[in-house]
C-alpha cells in the first residue's frame, strides 16, 4: 500500500485501522511477559525510583522503531543485506550473531515462562509442556496455524493489561512520591541497574529494531508510506505500549514496594500481589493467564526473529514459500524446547534477558544511524534532528546498558559465574564495534556531505 492519495479518501475510523501495522507486531513483542517481570520487579523493589526509566523507554522505544522504519522503507531490503552491501560480511555477521544471540535467549527464557506456568496451571510436568509448545510453534508458524493461539493469548493479554489500568483507580498512587520518580537516578546496588536495563530493554531492544526492517516491507509499505508508519509508531509504542508501562509499574510500585526486597527474590506468585486491591483472591490466577497469554503471543513474534536475520545473510527469502526459511523456523520454534529445562525462577531470568539484548542495542543503532546517512544506501538522508536523536538514543542504551554490565563485571566470579563473564565479553565486542562504527559514522558521513533535508 502506499500514499496515492486513496488513504486520504477514508474515514477518520478507516484511517486509524489502516495505520495499524507492523509496528504493533513489535509492540505485542515489547508487552511481553519479560517487560511485565522487569516493569513489576522495578516497582515492587525501588517504588518510583525507576519512573523515568518507564516514561523513557516508551518515548526511546517509539523513536528507535521510526529509526528502523525509515531504513527498511528507504532501502527496500532488510537490514542485514544492506549491511552487507554498504559495509561488508564481517558487519553483517556481526549483526546477525547480536540479533540471534537476543532472541535466542529471550526465547529460551520465554519458552520456560510458558511451560513453568503451564504446569502451575494444570499440573503437567514443564518440561513437556515445553516440548509441546515448540511443537505447536513449528507447526503453526511453518504452515500458518499458531494464529488462532496467538489471538487466544492476546485475549488474555488484553484482560491483564485492563485489570492494571483499572487498578490505578482502585490503588492509593502517591503523587508525590512518582514525581520525585521523574528524576532520573539508578539505585545505587547492582539489581537497580539490572532493572533499569530490564525495563529499557523491553522497548528498545535490538531484535525489536532488526525485525521492523522487515515486517514495514511484509506490510506492502514503500518509501512513500513513512508519514503512516510513523503513525503506526506513535500510536503502538508510543500511546498504547507507554500506558500497558505505566500501569504495571505505578500499581506494582503502589502495592508491592516495602523496604529491603529483593529485586531476585520475587516470583508471579508474590507479583500477582499487585492486582489485590482489584481482583481479590482471583488475582493470582488472573496475574498468572495474562502473564501466560503474554508469552504464548511473544512466543510467535520472537521465534522469526533469527530465521529473518539468518535467512536474509544467506540469500533466501524471508518468507515460508521459501523451504530454506522455512527449515530455519522449524528448527527456532523446536530449539526453544530447551528454555524449559532451565534451573531457577523464570521471573528474574525475564529481566535478565532484557538486560542482555540492551548490551546489543547500541550497536544495531549504529548500524541505523550509519546507513541512514549513506547517500548511496537510501535516497533521502535524515535531517540534523533526527541524527542527533539518533546519537543520544545510542547514549542513553550505552549509558543503562554500561551501568548494568559494569556493575556485572565487579560481582561476578569467573569460574562460577560464567553467564556474567559472557555478558561482559559479549559487552566489550559489541563496545568496540559500535566505536569503530560510530568513528566511520563520524569520518565518512558528518565530515564530507552537506546537510540534508529534514523529512
Known amino acids: 500500500m502506499s500514499n496515492d492519495g486513496s488513504t486520504g479518501r477514508l474515514g477518520g475510523i478507516g484511517r486509524v485501522r489502516e495505520s495499524l501495522g507492523p509496528a504493533w507486531l513489535a509492540g505485542a513483542i ?43 522503507l528507504a532501502t527496500g531490503k532488510g537490514i542485514v543485506a544492506t549491511v552487507e552491501e554498504r559495509l561488508g560480511e564481517r558487519w553483517a555477521w556481526l549483526l546477525v550473531c547480536d540479533g540471534v544471540l537476543a532472541a535466542g535467549l529471550a526465547q529460551l527464557v520465554i519458552m520456560k515462562t510458558v511451560a513453568d506456568v503451564s504446569e502451575t496451571i494444570t499440573g503437567l510436568d514443564a518440561r513437556l509442556w515445553g516440548m509441546l509448545w515448540a511443537l505447536v510453534l513449528a507447526i503453526g508458524l511453518a504452515g500458518g496455524g499458531y494464529r488462532l493461539a496467538e489471538i487466544g493469548a492476546k485475549v488474555l493479554v488484553s484482560g491483564i493489561v485492563l485489570a492494571f489500568l483499572a487498578s490505578i483507580a482502585v490503588v492509593p498512587v502517591d503523587p508525590g512520591a512518582a514525581v520525585g520518580g521523574v528524576i ?21 531492544h535490538v531484535t525489536l529494531i532488526t525485525m521492523h526492517t522487515y515486517t514495514v516491507r511484509a506490510r506492502g509499505w514503500s518509501r512513500a508510506d513513512l508519514d503512516l508508519a510513523t503513525t503506526d509508531v506513535l500510536a503502538s509504542m508510543g500511546v498504547a505500549f507507554g500506558a500497558y508501562s505505566l500501569a504495571i509499574f ?20 508474590s507479583a500477582a500481589q499487585a492486582l489485590g486491591p482489584l481482583a481479590g483472591p482471583a488475582a493470582e490466577w488472573l496475574f498468572l493467564l495474562g502473564l501466560w497469554g503474554a508469552a504464548v503471543s511473544t512466543l510467535g513474534g520472537n521465534t522469526v526473529v533469527p530465521p529473518y536475520l539468518l535467512a536474509d545473510k544467506l540469500g533466501y527469502r524471508t518468507t515460508v514459500a521459501d523451504a ?25 531470568l525475564l529481566v535478565l534477558v532484557l538486560a542482555f539484548g540492551l548490551v546489543g542495542t547500541p550497536f544495531a543503532l549504529a548500524v541505523v544511524l550509519y546507513v541512514l546517512n549513506d547517500p548511496q544506501a537510501v535516497p533521502e538522508t535524515p535531517g540534523l534532528g533526527v541524527n542527533l536523536g539518533a546519537i543520544a538514543l545510542i547514549a542513553l542504551t550505552t549509558v543503562t546498558a554500561g551501568a548494568f554490565v559494569r556493575d556485572r563485571a565487579l560481582a ?18 559489541l563496545g568496540a564495534a559500535t566505536v569503530a562504527l560510530l568513528g566511520k559514522f563520524a569520518r565518512t558521513t558528518l565530515g564530507s556531505r552537506p546537510a540534508a533535508s529534514e523529512r
Open 250 to 269: 505505578l500499581v506494582a510500585a503502589s502495592v508491592l514496594h516495602a523496604p529491603g526486597i529483593d529485586p531476585g527474590s520475587l516470583t508471579a506468585t
Open 324 to 348: 530454506h526459511y522455512r527449515v530455519l523456523l522449524v528448527l527456532t520454534a523446536l530449539a526453544s524446547a530447551a528454555g524449559a529445562f532451565l534451573e531457577g525462577a523464570f521471573f528474574s
Open 184 to 204: 532520573p537516578t539508578i539505585p545505587a546496588e547492582v539489581d537497580g541497574a539490572l532493572v533499569a536495563a530490564g525495563v529499557l530493554g523491553g522497548a528498545v
Open 30 to 72: 515489547a508487552a511481553g511477559p519479560a517487560t511485565m517481570a522487569s516493569l513489576v520487579t522495578a516497582g515492587a523493589s525501588f517504588g518510583y525510583a525507576l519512573l523515568w526509566v518507564v516514561i523513557l523507554s516508551a518515548l526511546a522505544g517509539a523513536f528507535a522503531q521510526y529509526l528502523a522504519a525509515r531504513l527498511g
Open 412 to 429: 561476578f566470579d569467573p569460574i562460577g559465574d560464567p553467564l556474567g563473564a559472557f555478558v561482559v565479553a559479549f559487552a566489550v565486542v
